[in-house]
């Protein structure tokens, strides 16, 4: 069972990202999220088992960002925290890159603009 | 006479305030002269006539009134416009003035009512190198000023003129320095402004374009009509373009904060062969000493080196694809050239303004000027220079010169 969560304020990255997803078939269950807030307290309240296998994560968001939803989940009892987490950004600043060292439950960066071929080689199975 | 004098001048030394110096030499001049009071002023001009204005003053006050006048403007210094006076004559004529008998005197002005008795005066022009900038006055002296004492009383005089020249410059050194604060305040001030800006350029400008590209490319490839084609490479321009604002902005804000060793013939191995693809036809000859290393900002050196094989690839000839690299030491530096065989750059026309920003030479469509003006930003910022040797004859060639202290 494949679940994806964007985790994103920008309507139009996650219109396009919604739609490439869903017309390559790449994933079983995809829910979008307007802050990271929003995503947290959705990720509280449900079961292990329902919990997403990736996170794309924005950095710039309202009510909390990026970061805040990291320190959130760094300081949650994680056992086994199974999903992988990918902050995205449209900024270029190397001291962005350089933060995003500091949370090992970060897996890696992705820069804005996001093609068709980055999202399938993302959720192919053969990652 | 010296001692005192040179205490004068130590007080002077040691920052004390004028107007508590210049007091101390009024008090020596009226003790040495037994005068009963006196002043010690400067001369300026108000725009229609000079007027003179005190630097010290004896408390000569008669009523509640002078007394009040006294307190109040003393200190700043008190002044004096009505020149048709005895001591207005010492300023119209810049010669002393002795006086022993003021009332019978005909260029006497007159005192105001209440004012103590004058039995003699004698005013002295303060002269600083030949020019006259103030005076002193006394009154009342047993037995009248003559003009030995005149003689006595230069040395005073001159130490007078030093100390009111020197004032002036201390002065003058404060107003500067309140200038130069000012100055500064301005632009943190600006410099607050103008990060602003660039962090709204940096990020809500480049989020625009990032998701106007993602959205042109939703559009079906095989359907695309000729709008949406150039509406793609529009976009796709556009985001160069915010790249490269992004870059200059990252170079001039920024000063190179995390510069390291770098190992020049690594580098530039590793980005030609970044540009394996490209380069499938081209033959490239690296002569990099190995044992070159330069201190910089990892991401400006591959910039520079990055930027010009960009070029060199997209400038090339279908006869001539080589490019050489070469780089030797000398003096503390690395000399670097970057050759190509390409169509060359004709110096003549576009030589000066070849660093420029928005600067091309080639009219193609794709190249937006702001490469070359990058290469040199990041060489300033290593404080090294580039220079460009190019022909555009049939043996065309582009040679980058480029000069790194080690």
Request: with cysteine; glycine share 6%; charged share 25%.
């Amino acid at each position: 069972m494949k679940r994806l969560w964007l985790i994103d304020d920008d309507p139009i990255f996650r219109y396009v990202v919604r739609h490439l997803v869903k017309s390559n078939n790449l994933v079983d269950d995809f829910i979008e999220f307007e802050n990271g807030e929003l995503g947290w307290s959705e990720l509280n309240r449900i079961h292990l088992k329902q919990r997403p296998n990736l996170i794309l994560l924005d950095i710039n968001m309202p009510v909390l960002n990026g970061w805040g939803f990291l320190d959130k989940l760094t300081s949650m009892q994680n056992d086994c925290l199974q999903t992988k987490i990918l902050l995205i950004s449209s900024s270029v600043a190397e001291s962005d890159q350089i933060k995003s060292k500091q949370y090992p439950l970060l897996q890696g960066f992705i820069n804005k603009p996001i093609s068709e071929s980055d999202i399938c080689a993302l959720l192919q199975p053969s990652e | 006479m010296v001692a005192a004098i040179s205490q004068i001048f130590k007080n002077f030394a040691l920052n004390t305030e004028a107007k508590v110096v210049f007091e101390e030499m009024n008090t020596k001049l009226i003790d040495i002269t037994q005068s009963e009071y006196g002043f010690i002023g400067e001369v300026f001009n108000d725009g229609t006539q000079d007027f003179l204005k005190t630097h010290a003053i004896t408390n000569i006050a008669w009523n509640k009134e002078t007394r009040d006048f006294y307190e109040t403007n003393a200190p700043e210094g008190l002044e004096f416009k009505n020149l048709k006076s005895l001591f207005g004559h010492v300023i119209t004529t810049g010669k002393p003035v002795i006086s022993n008998n003021p009332y019978e005197d005909d260029r006497r002005g007159g005192l105001p009512e209440g004012h103590p008795h004058m039995g003699s005066f004698l005013g002295l022009p303060i002269l600083l190198q030949g020019k006259f900038i103030g005076m002193v006055g006394m009154a009342n002296r047993p037995g009248g000023y003559n003009e030995t004492l005149c003689q006595e009383l230069k040395p005073y005089l001159s130490a007078c003129a030093s100390l009111i020249e020197g004032y002036k410059l201390v002065k003058q050194k404060a107003e500067a320095r309140k200038d130069l604060e000012t100055s500064v305040l301005k632009l943190k001030n600006q410099n607050e402004k103008l990060s602003e800006f660039t962090y709204i350029v940096s990020h809500d400008v480049r989020k625009h374009a990032s998701n106007l590209k993602m959205l042109v490319e939703m559009h079906d490839a095989s359907n695309k009509s000729e709008v949406m084609q150039m509406i793609a490479s529009t976009t796709n321009h556009l985001f160069t373009t915010v790249d490269y604002i992004s870059e200059i902005i990252e170079v001039t804000q920024k000063p190179s904060l995390r510069r390291r060793e770098i190992n020049l013939s690594e580098l530039v191995t590793d980005i030609f062969s970044s540009f394996e693809i490209e380069l499938k036809e081209f033959s490239v000859q690296l002569n990099i000493e190995e044992s070159i290393t330069i201190m910089a900002e990892p991401a400006y050196l591959n910039s520079i080196f990055e930027n010009l094989l960009s070029n060199a690839i997209k400038y090339c000839r279908h006869d001539s694809k080589t490019i050489e690299v070469s780089a030797v030491i000398q003096n503390q530096t690395a000399l670097i050239t970057v050759k190509d065989y390409g169509r060359g750059i004709d110096m003549a026309r576009h030589g000066e303004k070849l660093f420029q920003m928005f600067s091309t030479f080639h009219g193609s469509s794709d190249s937006k000027g702001l490469g070359l003006y990058l290469v040199k930003k990041y060489i300033d910022s290593m404080k090294g220079k580039i220079s460009v040797d190019s022909s555009i004859s049939l043996n065309s060639y582009t040679i980058f010169n480029i000069e790194i202290p080690i």
